[in-house]
């Protein structure tokens, strides 16, 4: 499988073409089709993240890590999958990941009031764009359908460390 880096405009366009989002693991796996955001869909996705994330908030603590466990095992596959049909390994409409990585980061809020979500989102997007160690080997080291999630995942606890030390200092 070719990675994105190495694709050239067509090679990506033609990868992109290959989505069904009849296919319910190509709808999933683009974020209900937030990925296929001709810029930045990385980031899409993760803002389109948030309004499920309101709606985990909902959901007794045990419940929502249940949920997000579940996210991360059929993630793994449904990325697997898309990325298997585009041909291409962690093409950027493929944004399960965003959200799984957000769901994590999310879980550090100390207040539900915007300002928090929007540095959970800088904060979330930036490690996951940046890939300082440790999720730069994650990224690197480790594929399929599991290499696409596991950065996010890395980068999302990370985030939520962040995050939570933000709100206990009383930094933000």
């Not at 405009?9 to 073409?17: H, I, M, V, Y």
């Not at 959901?59 to 991360?72: D, E, N, T």
Request: glycine residues 10%; aromatic residues 12%; proline residues 5%.
């Amino acid at each position: 499988m070719i990675t994105l880096a190495k694709m050239t405009k067509t090679q990506r366009q033609a990868a992109k073409a290959r989505l069904r989002m009849a296919n319910p693991f190509h709808l999933l796996a683009t974020g209900f089709g937030s990925g296929l955001s001709p810029l930045v869909p990385g980031t899409i996705g993760s803002i389109a993240a948030i309004p499920f994330w309101l709606l985990l908030t909902q959901l007794p603590l045990a419940l929502y890590l249940i949920f997000l466990l579940l996210s991360i095992v059929l993630g793994t596959y449904l990325c697997h999958r898309t990325a298997r049909d585009m041909g291409v390994h962690d093409h950027g409409s493929i944004v399960w990941d965003e959200f799984v990585g957000m769901w994590i980061t999310l879980l550090a809020v100390p207040a539900l009031e915007w300002r928090w979500i929007v540095l959970g989102l800088i904060i979330f997007r930036v490690l996951d764009m940046w890939k300082p160690w440790p999720i730069r080997w994650f990224d690197r080291n480790v594929h399929g359908g599991w290499g696409i999630m596991v950065d996010d995942i890395v980068a999302g606890v990370l985030s939520a460390i962040l995050l939570w030390l933000a709100g206990y200092y009383g930094l933000f």
